[in-house]
């Protein structure tokens, strides 16, 4: 596996300095300029959704970056369901946008909402904001989720609630899996590769190579309560970090007896 360099080599930062980052900054603009002009007539949010998904494959191009799905057959096996991923960098929302190939609703945190074209964008479609320091707007925000799920809209979340610092999986929070309890739909565990490597937080310059999606088999939870959210927030994560422990080729002893924790209870 590619692993990003440091100090990054001169060649990297100026062009991410001259190239990349004014290309982004257009395609951005064009591409939230267009989608909230269509916003005021497309109230279904299906053409702003292919706005998103054009603007996510630019900006994954414009970072020299390519785009692996493995698993994609786990995409097609329920209508609705809740998408779960690991947070490693800036560069994963367009990765998602760019290899789901359906329409989604994103739980993305507030502070997102204010900044040009991007915010507007999430206003304007219909994303969910989340406030993970307020308990109570936070219940709200799931609420929307739950009932967006309920209408037959698949949901997509970051259960870490914030990008890690140094590529690790990070604690969850449970609100992936009081989403997929509450409306009894399948909870869809996804890890995302090389895209801390492409441009982990606090860095400005690109580091390009393979990007890889991988998405694991959908976690039933028909029947389940939300007193079990816990339990299945820890079954989501080992999840996860067996899609990651897989990619790289060894099954932790950690990742293992973690599995066996959670299916025993």
């Given at each position: 596996m590619r692993r990003r360099p440091h100090p990054m080599p001169r060649f990297y930062r100026w062009r991410t300095n001259l190239i990349q980052t004014p290309a982004l900054s257009i395609a951005t603009g064009i591409c939230g300029s267009m989608a909230l002009l269509v916003s005021l007539v497309d109230k279904s949010g299906r053409v702003q959704h292919r706005i998103a998904q054009v603007w996510a494959r630019l900006c994954v191009w414009i970072s020299g970056s390519y785009v692996t799905v493995r698993g994609a057959e786990h995409l097609g096996k329920h209508p609705v369901a809740v998408y779960a991923a690991n947070h490693t960098s800036y560069m994963d929302t367009p990765v998602i946008f760019a290899s789901l190939p359906f329409q989604f609703r994103i739980l993305a945190?507030?502070?997102?909402?204010?900044?040009?074209?991007?915010?507007?964008?999430?206003?304007?479609?219909?994303?969910?904001?989340?406030?993970?320091?307020?308990?109570?707007?936070?219940?709200?925000?799931?609420?929307?989720?739950?009932?967006?799920l309920r209408a037959g809209m698949p949901l997509f979340v970051f259960p870490e609630g914030?990008?890690?610092?140094?590529?690790?999986?990070?604690?969850?929070?449970?609100?992936?899996?009081?989403?997929?309890?509450?409306?009894?739909?399948?909870?869809?565990?996804i890890a995302l590769e090389g895209v801390y490597d492409l441009l982990p937080i606090h860095t400005h310059h690109f580091y390009p190579g393979e990007l890889t999606l991988r998405v694991g088999e959908p976690i039933e939870t028909k029947g389940m309560t939300v007193r079990q959210a816990e339990d299945l927030t820890a079954q989501l994560r080992a999840a996860i970090e067996r899609l990651i422990a897989a990619a790289e080729g060894a099954m932790p002893a950690e990742?293992?007896?973690?599995?066996?924790?959670?299916?025993?209870?």
């Open positions: 945190k507030k502070e997102l909402w204010p900044i040009a074209f991007i915010g507007w964008y999430l206003n304007r479609s219909g994303q969910i904001p989340i406030d993970v320091e307020n308990p109570r707007a936070t219940l709200s925000s799931l609420n929307v989720g739950v009932r967006a914030g990008r890690t610092l140094d590529g690790a999986l990070q604690p969850f929070l449970s609100g992936a899996a009081y989403l997929a309890i509450r409306a009894q739909v399948p909870l869809v565990p990742v293992q007896e973690r599995e066996s924790a959670v299916r025993n209870n």
